[in-house]
């Protein structure tokens, strides 16, 4: 059965030659999509393509590294990170690889075929996360990148700088899948993985976090950033968050997520 070719949605070029230039790529991957970035030796973004579907499965991810010029030159990709919503963060101190997989198995689903991996996070949480993935995506990402490392996506968000005396939350929206972080005075309280999501239960998730915990959304400093981010997705945000910090354009959205992903890779 021949496969459909997808185009990407959205594609930023930030150089007159990228391809001879890049270094390094990284990609991202959610429940409906995939960001393919290069970065030069300087961590700079160069190139980035945004590819999604509503039949997202391996043989459409396939034919998109089969077709994308980026990942056919002789550029490695190196990383791979994924917005995985079953994970569990475990304190360093506190952190035994097979209790943490027992644990992940306990509190979250985990199919025949699928394996349980792990990520250090250090900066500003000394913490392991532990996550699982289907085989069939594992199988696939080493087919085509042998070398890449394969991690969590919120490793790079947890290791961002954060203000330790305000109550902050950085939002970071993949299409339909959303990335919350929560922090009380600079301690992280609550980080969360959510597919499917709309603004309602977005909003409805981080108003409950607030309410839990004594925060005033009034008192709550907001970031949003990430791929593809709508116009009323941001309005609809801001009426809830009056001082949030948002890009005024979807690229601009697109790129601060992206620096800041390779600032902690």
Not at 145 to 157: Q, V
Not at 159 to 175: A, G, R
Not at 178 to 205: E, M, P, R, T
């Amino acid at each position: 059965m021949k496969q459909e070719i997808l185009q990407p949605v959205r594609h930023y070029n930030l150089h007159q030659d990228p391809l001879n230039n890049i270094e390094t790529i990284h990609l991202v991957m959610w429940n409906n999509g995939l960001c393919i970035a290069g970065f030069d030796a300087e961590q700079n973004l160069l190139v980035a393509k945004v590819y999604n579907s509503t039949n997202w499965n391996v043989q459409v991810v396939e034919a998109i590294f089969v077709n994308e010029p980026l990942v056919a030159g002789p550029q490695h990709v190196t990383h791979i990170w994924l917005a995985e919503p079953r994970q569990l963060i475990v304190p360093q101190h506190l952190y035994e690889p097979e209790a943490a997989r027992q644990w992940l198995k306990e509190l979250h689903f985990v199919e025949e075929g699928e394996s349980i991996l792990d990520a250090t996070v250090f900066a500003n949480l000394n913490a392991s996360l532990v996550f699982s993935v289907q085989n069939k995506w594992i199988d696939m990402f080493y087919k085509f990148f042998a070398e890449a490392k394969i991690s969590a996506l919120s490793k790079t968000l947890l290791c961002q700088p954060v203000e330790e005396k305000e109550n902050t939350i950085d939002i970071v929206v993949l299409d339909h899948t959303a990335l919350i972080s929560v922090y009380l005075q600079g301690k992280l309280l609550s980080h969360q993985v959510i597919d499917n999501v709309d603004v309602q239960n977005l909003v409805y998730k981080i108003a409950s976090i607030c309410k839990d915990n004594g925060i005033k959304q009034n008192e709550l400093s907001a970031t949003l950033s990430g791929l593809c981010v709508v116009d009323n997705m941001k309005e609809e945000l801001r009426a809830y968050f009056p001082a949030m910090m948002v890009d005024d354009t979807d690229e601009n959205s697109s790129l601060t997520f992206l620096r800041k992903m390779i600032a902690c890779a």
